[in-house]
């Protein structure tokens, strides 16, 4: 029967199905836009304060500690913007998928924050976190393999040098994926819509910093028993930089147990967090200067 329709009808018919059409139907205009906002406030308002600090603000006297001493040109920022937003159409359609059709009844959320307490809603957040990191390490792995990555994961390696704009800049195929993350987990774990703001704030936070083009950890933090395992600036900026290795999110458990870490990571960390990370501001010495080669 499918094959007959083209693929507008056949998507047409696949949200009739979920309850999707219903779902504008109903709402009309407005909870759809009003879940857009909310992801796209979320992402411009985090971006855009770490980016005002870092990239304007006393930029002059940050740069020596930037991780790739160079800035992204204008048009980077533009691309990662545009990407960044159709992200958050992407997140809305599936927070509607979520909240609002038919799916819902196959989930573990639940709307009184009282049923399972605060304790939980705290352990339900780790949880989430953690499920996340495995999640994200493999399906990221899984779009380098040279079949999928021109495909859906390119849009995000155009951003060699990112800033705190590229938190978002994925290919729509890549955006479902990474957004996939609520509808699988609340499969199987319990959340509250307050957990799940939670951590849709700490993931923004979390990925800002990631792409954020400085590092916050302090030095030695690297070789700490417990920091060590915290994902950092430099990893993701080196994923970006080089393309392999440093495939982790928040933590490092992933790359450290598959042996994905760079092998350049400590040397690199260790460069960029100590006092004199040898290289100059002055323009003329950026490039042959850089910590990083390219
Ligand atoms: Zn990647
Ligand atoms: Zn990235």
Known sequence: MQAAQGYPTFALSSLKKIGMQSVFQQYGNWSWLLVLLVHFVRYTLIAGIAFFVWYVWKRPERMPRKIQPRLPKLSDYGREVLY????????????????QTGFKKYTLGYRN????????????????????????????????????FKIMHLVHHKSTNPSPWAAYAFHPLEAIVEAGVIPLAILFIPLHIYTIMAFLLFMIVYNVYGHLGWELFPAHSNRHPVLRWFN???????????????????????????????????RQFDRITEKNIGYSTNAGNQNTASPIQR
């Open 84 to 99: 960044s937003f159709g992200t958050a159409v992407v997140f809305m359609l599936v927070t509607l998928l979520i909240y």
């Open 232 to 266: 950092t600036s430099v990893s993701h900026n080196q994923h970006h930089q080089f393309f392999t290795g440093n495939y982790g999110l928040y933590f490092r458990f992933w790359d450290e147990w598959m042996h994905t870490t760079r092998a350049d990571y400590d």
């Open 113 to 148: 924050w009282s049923d399972y307490g605060t304790a939980y809603g705290i352990f339900s957040f780790v949880a989430l976190v953690f499920f996340h990191d495995a999640y994200f390490y493999w399906t990221h792995r899984a779009m380098h393999h040279p079949k999928l």
